[in-house]
């Protein structure tokens, strides 16, 4: 009785396997063509708020420009917001995105061999610094130098070794706001 039981199991298996099989394959590859208009150039970004969020209408200020210039030309764009750089890097280098928005930062010396990079913007910084441990003012006078010893709170993936060659020590966040939380010696 066990026997029979035994070989009624296990073609009970075997058929669910070959009918599973079906399930396990894959279909055809999504693509972006599937989903957008025939000569449209798709442009990736990915989230570095407030420059390009999906917090923002419009994805932020920086694809809300890129959108008004190429509306200008009269070229066709797609803007899409990839959530994680990684995602956006993989999209331009793999999936034949036209560009995407980013720091040369984000990619490694291989594949920038492979990339134009073009400045679209440039950003000027700003330090913020607890006046309570400053009562005279934190005294930097421009150069990184001077601010040795101090920390610099730095997004994931930002390039710091500026600032460790001045010796400022770096701490790093995943957001700004993480940045913000209490820093105590």
Not at 28 to 52: C, D, S
Not at 103 to 122: A, G, N, R, W
Request: charged residues 20%.
């Amino acid at each position: 009785m066990k026997g029979k039981v035994l070989i009624a199991t296990s073609m009970l298996l075997a058929i669910l396997l070959v009918f599973l099989n079906t399930v396990w394959a894959t279909g055809p590859r999504l693509t972006p063509q599937l989903f957008e208009a025939e000569g449209t150039t798709k442009i990736v970004i990915y989230e570095y708020p407030p420059l390009t969020t999906f917090d923002i209408p419009d994805m932020g200020l920086c694809p809300e420009i890129i959108q008004a210039a190429f509306l200008a030309a009269g070229v066709p764009v797609t803007v899409e917001n990839q959530v994680v750089k990684s995602l956006a890097v993989y999209s331009l280098i793999q999936d034949n995105s036209a560009a995407m928005l980013g720091v040369e930062s984000d990619f490694t010396k291989e594949q920038l061999k492979q990339l134009k990079v073009v400045p679209c913007y440039i950003m000027e910084g700003r330090y913020f610094y607890c006046r309570p441990n400053h009562k005279k003012g934190l005294g930097w006078d421009g150069q990184s130098d001077s601010l040795k010893g101090y920390t610099y709170g730095a997004l994931a993936g930002e390039d710091t070794t500026a600032y460790e060659h001045a010796g400022i020590k770096t701490v790093t966040g995943d957001d700004f706001v993480s940045l913000f939380t209490v820093y105590r010696r």
